[in-house]
């Protein structure tokens, strides 16, 4: 049996206006995952616990199978896995993202115009060489990058610069929020002499290193991952699933489907008993308000993974399939909600109830805990 979750992070929304009231979901042109879901099992799931932060950190958490509420330290300790830094006990990493605030103080941009990794790379190193010391700036992608400090920082309440697009850039509160204001501030003189929309960075999602058993432990199989986003890497790192590498795979709207589809292929393929797909295209587009991109999304993931992947899943034998998104994330609101997401189960080998997966198709059925579902799956 083989085992293939698929991510569209943040592509559950709610009615939109300029879709007539319908959702992304609704609209997009998907004949393959409309087939999957005719011949599955359609549901709800809460995949981020009442009193979390509806984020991808919790949501993907949930996915894989590890109970948030037990295992969640922060957003930022995970991506710094995914770099390989290791946080010692006195120690927390905070995200460092490259943002545009404007001089009226709004957050304009929480991506700094997405930046490409050579220029974004450059910023880091000039942050290092003119503030580090006590703390510490390493390079990810794009506009995502880790800040490591000293623990004394960790209850300050540092909001995500996602959640500020629109609105006054709001800084850090309570204890080290002086500092970490302070971080914020000189970044700007540093940012202003080099070739970026960016204009600061924002510090937030701070943790320390999270302590969690690896999948086979938990699941009893191994598996691999393909992801462009940190945070889902650095998941991957900590519990022990292969990390895989896609030329051209972005945490943009341009990424390699097709690279993502055939790394899940080749990983099936060589051993692997489990492959996670995720993409972040939809997460993006909510965030940014293109509805048209969020919908193109969905009909990406129908036309360039899910068609061919079914076929050759097929030919290695039986498979059951998981999709779900981490999140919520409306184009309305442009930011992560907290509310039920639908997930569809299939199995090539027991045809299901069927059903229609969107958010009205699953709006009336009762939320299961989002952790729950990959251990029933595989069971």
């Not at 697009?165 to 700007?188: H, K, Q």
């Not at 068609?307 to 999709?323: F, Q, Y």
């Amino acid at each position: 049996m083989k085992y293939v979750v698929c991510i569209p992070d943040g592509c559950a929304d709610e009615p939109v206006p300029e879709l007539d009231g319908r959702t992304p979901l609704e609209v997009a042109v998907t004949p393959t995952l409309d087939a999957l879901a005719a011949r599955g099992r359609v549901g709800r799931a809460r995949v981020i616990p009442e009193g979390l932060p509806p984020g991808s950190d919790v949501g993907n958490m949930s996915i894989l199978g590890y109970d948030p509420r037990r295992h969640h330290t922060g957003r930022a300790p995970i991506e710094a896995a995914s770099l390989g830094l290791e946080l010692a006990s006195d120690q927390i990493a905070f995200r460092c993202n490259l943002v545009t605030v404007g001089r009226d103080g709004t957050m304009v941009d929480f991506t700094g115009g997405h930046p490409d990794n050579e220029v974004a790379g450059a910023v880091v190193d000039g942050l290092q060489a003119e503030l580090g010391g006590p703390v510490s700036f390493h390079a990810g992608v794009g506009f995502r990058h880790i800040l490591i400090a000293p623990d004394d920082w960790l209850d300050a309440v540092c909001l995500p610069p996602h959640d500020l697009v629109g609105s006054a850039a709001v800084g850090p509160t309570g204890p080290g929020a002086a500092e970490l204001s302070d971080l914020m501030a000189r970044s700007l003189p540093i940012l202003a002499g080099l070739p970026t929309d960016a204009t600061q960075i924002w510090l937030w999602g701070q943790g320390r290193r999270p302590n969690m058993p690896s999948f086979r432990q938990v699941h009893g199989i191994d598996g691999g991952i393909v992801s462009a986003v940190d945070l889902v890497r650095g998941l991957g790192r900590l519990t022990g699933l292969d990390v895989v590498d896609v030329e051209g795979a972005t945490a943009w709207y341009d990424t390699n489907y097709e690279g993502k589809r055939d790394a899940a292929v080749a990983g099936l393929a060589a051993g692997a008993d489990l492959f996670v797909i995720h993409v972040e295209a939809s997460d993006e587009a909510g965030h940014a308000g293109h509805t048209a991109e969020k919908v193109r999304a969905m009909e990406n993931w129908d036309q360039r993974i899910l068609a061919d992947l079914v076929g050759e899943l097929d030919e290695m034998g039986t498979w059951r399939m998981l999709i779900m998104p981490d999140h919520a994330t409306p184009l309305v609101t442009r930011t992560h909600s907290s509310e039920p997401v639908p997930y569809l189960v299939v199995d090539s080998a027991e045809a299901g109830p069927g059903g229609v997966y969107t958010e009205a198709g699953v709006a009336q059925l009762r939320a299961e805990p989002g952790h729950e579902l990959l251990r029933s799956l595989i069971a």
